[in-house]
């Protein structure tokens, strides 16, 4: 069975820091996708990155980074430069590959919170 | 640019009520998807829909949930005999194909409260 852990519940930084959020899933597919959903206070789920399991390259855009790494079934997301509108709950996803439609098995969340 | 839409935006009902939950996915989309999360908790799947048909639902989606593409444009989630651990945020998602290679588009949302 598939599995999202985000071990960080709360993360508190002050503006311009730089802030890493870790995930690490578990499946026994071999072809898999991973994602990253923001929710702002506001309620909506906001997609920001997909990545396949075949595609290891780490991908930055502009103040995001995405770390992806099948060895340790991690894929971390970074923000340099933190913002106040970056505040937000930040949830991991996984799909597994299988016949039908896809589902999303999300982390608990990483409640972000950045400070002026 | 194309949105899922959902409505209403906060639904409060009685325990024991029926309450019907209406999507309008994005209109060249042909996978439907119900997920809801309780207040402070993680996004958990309820049930996919294609084809006119459920793909797949998870344990929470029992007899008492149903789902439903009434024309062409809704989508929409029934939650009979309503209970109090059914209050939380229901979202809404579609997406052009069924795999993980295209990503799934959310709705705002609507909360359910079950007084």
């Known amino acids: 069975a598939q599995k999202v852990t985000q071990a960080q519940t709360e993360i508190s930084v002050v503006e311009k820091e730089d802030v890493t959020l870790d995930c690490v899933y578990e499946?026994?597919?071999?072809?898999?996708?991973l994602f990253w959903y923001k929710q702002p206070p506001s309620g909506e789920l906001v997609f920001l990155i997909r990545?396949?399991?075949?595609?290891?390259q780490n991908e930055i855009s502009g103040r995001y980074s995405w770390n992806f790494q099948k060895s340790t079934s991690s894929f971390n997301f970074t923000i340099t430069a933190s913002q106040v509108v970056d505040s937000a709950v930040y949830f991991c996803?996984?799909?597994?590959?299988?016949?039908?439609?896809?589902?999303?098995?999300f982390g608990q969340g990483t409640r972000l919170t950045i400070n002026p | 640019e194309p949105e899922v839409t959902q409505t209403p935006s906060h639904q409060v009902t009685q325990m024991g009520q029926e309450v019907i939950l209406r999507c309008v996915p994005i209109?060249?989309?042909?996978?439907f998807y119900w997920y809801r999360q309780i207040l402070g908790q993680k996004v958990e799947f309820l049930v996919s829909?294609?084809?006119?048909?459920?793909?797949?639902k998870s344990e929470i989606f029992d007899d008492q949930f149903s789902v439903e593409r009434p024309d062409g444009s809704n989508f929409t989630l029934k939650i009979r005999s309503t209970k109090l651990e059914d209050s939380a945020m229901y979202f809404c998602?579609?997406?052009?194909?069924?795999?993980?290679?295209?990503?799934?588009?959310f709705g705002p949302g609507t909360r359910l409260t079950v007084l």
């Open positions: 499946t026994r597919d071999t072809t898999y996708y």
């Open positions: 829909f294609y084809n006119n048909e459920i793909s797949e």
């Open positions: 209109s060249n989309h042909l996978y």
């Open positions: 990545r396949n399991s075949f595609d290891e």
């Open positions: 996803a996984l799909s597994e590959q299988y016949s039908g439609a896809q589902k999303l098995v």
């Open positions: 998602a579609s997406s052009e194909g069924d795999s993980g290679r295209v990503e799934q588009f």
